[in-house]
């Protein structure tokens, strides 16, 4: 089963790299948004424009912990993946933040 409306992050100190499904759900895109609160009220707009539910993010720190309090209090339902475990799927590209959030996307459209 395929989950169309599901996005992943890639969380930085700075910078979050966000893959989600295109405005029409057809395709995916990729944007990049800053670490400050405007910032992710900015992402959360731009998620729920593109009807998404379910978010997955990857960190290993502790700057996961903003995004995802904003997203959910905006009513995204959100999932923190293990960076280990997710580094051990067979066929995930070169790491690059742009690439790292399209590659959390794609298992988690998967279930």
């Not at 395929?2 to 990729?30: F, K, L, M």
């Not at 800053?34 to 990857?58: C, F």
């Not at 959910?72 to 293990?82: A, C, F, S, T, W």
Request: charged share 25%.
């Amino acid at each position: 089963m395929i989950r169309r409306y599901v996005a992943g992050i890639d969380i930085g100190s700075e910078q979050h790299w966000v893959c989600a499904p295109t405005v029409d759900g057809n395709e995916r895109e990729i944007a990049s948004f800053g670490a400050t609160t405007p910032e992710l009220i900015r992402m959360a707009e731009w998620l729920k424009a593109r009807q998404v539910e379910s978010v997955a993010m990857e960190s290993t720190g502790v700057y996961w912990i903003a995004p995802h309090e904003v997203l959910e209090g905006e009513g995204l339902q959100m999932l923190r993946v293990n960076a280990r475990q997710l580094a051990q799927v067979p066929g995930r590209d070169k790491k690059s933040d742009a690439k790292e959030c399209e590659w959390i996307q794609r298992p988690h459209s998967c279930g």
